[in-house]
């Protein structure tokens, strides 16, 4: 069934990109569908540390900050997985919020202010054609003047457009899974800690409710080399870092089971496919270790609905969008990406990772440089 009504903009997937775009195009004036595979509210994968360059742009959008007593954190923590360890101050540094309570939060401000919000819905698939979008669902078909994908690490739209990066043989930058729990714990509420190990590397930071995000992406040899036990991993692989067998020990986990996510990629990948706009980890994701993947998919959604509104307003054609909304993505994003990559060939390995820590241990400037260059501006 072809539904009657034409929208403005389709949003595929309904994370932080997505929503944040809905969100700000329908303060615009514009009608905004967003599809989202799941049903509200639910956990992702995720490493759940927000820098504050997005903390103005997310008050923007209607979220009561201030009001939601969340964790501020400052400091940086990063061990070696032969337990050396270095700590940082954050200059700019963030706070932690879960993504089941964020995206939620987001959703319930996108319906008030006016989205059509299609939740445990997916997409099938996109065609362009006479100029339009039509959006094919499992809840039925749509049409849009717009399409952006703001779905997450990998798609079936992604295998569909046969994106390079699906394709690639494995290597350091494609081939992890990512494993996360919600923890209690005795650790600093101002702390982010990076846990390396052979392989991987492992996030833990507070959240909201005296809880704590415990996320880690490991190669996925590491789990196969495990009898595809995620328990044996963690005792035989994870536990080697003095810090991690301590936490692994000691913490309370609140899941029953873990949140698992597969086929995660870090390689470039193309900001615009087939007239639909790549927004957040579709566009390109940056390596966990550098943080920050949340600012950027909600900074990049702030420069689409930029572009998108001068082409709704018949301000420009879609060639013009389509090619000033990925300059500015590149020019803004690229170099971010490409220290992350080059940060992440530092780690796995685990004599270069130890190697790596002991240097950067003794030259705090050089810590505090490749900081600041994976934290953006306030946008």
């Known amino acids: 069934m072809t539904h009657e009504t034409s929208y403005d903009c389709a949003i595929i997937g309904g994370g932080l990109a997505g929503l944040s775009l809905a969100i700000q195009l329908c303060n615009a004036g514009f009608k905004v569908i967003l599809f989202e595979k799941e049903q509200y509210p639910f956990h992702k994968v995720c490493g759940e540390y927000i820098s504050m360059e997005s903390w103005d742009h997310l008050q923007s959008l209607g979220l009561p900050l201030p009001e939601m007593d969340l964790p501020r954190i400052n400091k940086l923590l990063v061990s070696s997985p032969d337990g050396n360890q270095l700590t940082h101050s954050l200059d700019l540094g963030g706070f932690g919020i879960s993504r089941y309570t964020l995206d939620f939060a987001l959703k319930k401000i996108a319906e008030e202010r006016g989205v059509t919000v299609m939740d445990n819905c997916k997409v099938e698939n996109v065609i362009f054609n006479n100029d339009q979008f039509q959006i094919n669902s499992s809840k039925g078909k749509y049409l849009s003047r717009v399409c952006c994908g703001c779905f997450g690490k990998r798609s079936n739209l992604d295998i569909g457009w046969k994106r390079p990066f699906v394709n690639r043989l494995p290597n350091k930058l494609n081939h992890f899974i990512g494993i996360k729990y919600h923890v209690k714990a005795d650790m600093p509420a101002d702390l982010i800690a990076l846990h390396n190990f052979e392989n991987g590397y492992c996030g833990m930071s507070k959240i909201e409710n005296d809880t704590y995000c415990l996320c880690y992406l490991s190669n996925a040899a590491n789990l196969k080399n495990s009898h595809q036990s995620i328990e ?148």
């Open 232 to 379: 044996e991993m963690e005792k035989n692989i994870l536990s080697a870092n003095p810090f991690l067998a301590d936490i692994f020990k000691h913490v309370t986990k609140i899941y029953t089971a873990p949140l698992t996510i597969s086929q995660i990629s870090f390689q470039t990948k193309s900001q615009v496919e087939d007239h639909v706009l790549m927004i957040g980890d579709a566009a390109g994701m940056i390596t966990p270790l550098c943080g920050n993947g949340m600012s950027m998919a909600l900074h990049a959604s702030k420069i689409a609905s930029k572009h998108i509104t001068r082409f709704l307003n018949n301000k420009t054609n879609r060639s013009a969008l389509e090619k000033n909304y990925e300059m500015e993505w590149r020019k803004t994003f690229s170099a971010r990406l490409r220290m992350g990559r080059t940060i992440q060939r530092f780690f796995g390995k685990t004599w270069i990772t130890n190697l790596f820590v002991r240097v950067l241990k003794r030259m705090p400037a050089i810590t505090k440089m490749l900081i600041r260059q994976t934290h953006g501006k306030s946008f």
